[in-house]
Every structure is written in C-alpha cells, then in structure tokens.
C-alpha cells in the first residue's frame, strides 16, 4: 500500500482563493516532499520538509508537518490558474533509502 | 543546467512486441529512477540505480522489464513482450546523490507507452 495518501483527490477553487492539501503516511519519516505535476509533464520538486521540522514556507506555499499526527499539509495562497496541476506528496521512511509516492490531488484553478 | 532528457516521448506498440526507453539524467547526477505512472495514480518505482549499480528493484517485473545503467550516465528501459496492462507514462529521475532520508529528485517529460 501506499506510503503517503493525499486528501482530497480533486479540488476545485477561484483564482485568488487559497488551496489546501492534505497528506496523511504511516511510518516515521525522514522527510517529505511535495511535487507539482502539471499535465503531459514530469514531477517538479516544490518543497522539502525535514522531520525535525514544523512548518516552512516558499514563496506562496507553506508546508507543515506534524509528526505526531503523521500528516503534513501544503496550502498554496492567492492561487492562479497557473497553479492548475496535480500536487503529490513523497514521504521517505526512516528504514528505507527512497521516496514514495502518493496518488494525488488534482487542484483546478478557475480564472 | 539540462534538465533530464527522455526519448521517446510517445510509443504505441501492440502487446507482446518489445519497446525500449532512454534516459539521459543531469550532468553529475549518481542516482537515476525509472517511475511507472498509471494514469489517475502517482509515480511507482521501478529500478533506482547508484551509478552503474542496482540500489532497488524490487517492484520491477524481472519476467518482462530490465534496465541498465552502463557507465553511470544514461540508462535504458525495456519491455518485451508488453501486456495491455504495460500502458502508462514511464518516468525517468535523477539526483546528485542517494540519501538516506530521500534526495531531491529531478524528472525528465516522461514517455507515454500504449500497449494495444
């Protein structure tokens, strides 16, 4: 089964509005990472995020991450169209030397 | 810097023919991952490799797929015979070294493969 499970799968927002995603996993990490897939492309690395932190931010994204709860959420503020894409979580376990993936949100971005 | 280069971008074959899928990763790059995406699925991996040497293939179907990495540079994908079920985007990544805790990673465009 897989590692990470995002939440929702689809979400569908007005430009300018925020988005929120959630991802849930079910052993202890070293990281996460999420990644935007747009569509027809490869995955592109957004954000890392180490166990030992709490919350880290990249220009309109913000990434958290509460062990404790075993979740992390990634909140992208004043969305575009532009932000219209898949959005993946990658959790890397503390026993295993990669990164697995989750299936994904699909975020919609109306202009 | 290049980014990740893959070729073909698109492939259509008719199950039980073979196909075969390059990957070129960036320069400096040790590690390279092959991913196999199901449509509406996130990436699965198939074989990572450390240089020229095999780190994890344990969800790669040895029956039908192989890989190799010669000369830790570029790297190849194959499928012989393909089954229906084969049709997917095939992935390719890479990042500057393998870390324990998961390395960033870079992904090439993908090849999308239809198996008819």
């Known amino acids: 089964s897989q590692q990470g499970e995002e939440d929702p799968q689809a979400l569908s927002i007005q430009e300018g509005e925020n988005a929120t995603m959630n991802c849930s996993y079910k052993?202890?990490?070293?990281?996460l990472q999420w990644y935007r897939q747009n569509s027809g492309r490869g995955l592109v690395h957004l954000i890392l995020?180490?166990?030992?932190?709490r919350e880290k931010h990249s220009g309109r994204l913000r990434v958290t991450l509460d062990t404790s709860k075993k979740s992390s959420s990634l909140l992208i503020t004043a969305s575009r169209a532009a932000d219209t894409a898949s959005y993946f979580c990658a959790t890397a376990p503390t026993n295993a030397g990669k990164s697995t993936f989750g299936d994904g949100t699909t975020l919609t971005v109306k202009p | 810097e290049a980014g990740v280069a893959q070729s073909p971008r698109y492939k259509i074959i008719e199950k039980r023919q073979s196909v075969a899928f390059w990957c070129n990763p960036i320069s400096g790059h040790a590690t390279l991952y092959w991913y196999q995406q199901i449509l509406g699925q996130g990436p699965k991996l198939l074989i990572q490799?450390?240089?020229?040497?095999?780190?994890?293939d344990s969800q790669l179907p040895k029956d039908r797929f192989s890989a190799e990495r010669l000369k830790g540079v570029d790297s190849t994908l194959k499928i012989q015979p393909a089954k229906l079920e084969d049709s997917a985007v095939y992935l390719c990544?890479?990042?500057?070294?393998?870390?324990?805790?998961?390395?960033?990673?870079?992904f090439g465009p993908g090849t999308r493969l239809t198996v008819t």
């Open positions: 990544a890479s990042s500057y070294r393998r870390v324990a805790g998961g390395a960033v990673q870079y």
């Open positions: 052993t202890s990490i070293n990281n």
């Open positions: 490799f450390q240089n020229n040497g095999v780190v994890d």
């Open positions: 995020i180490r166990s030992n932190e």
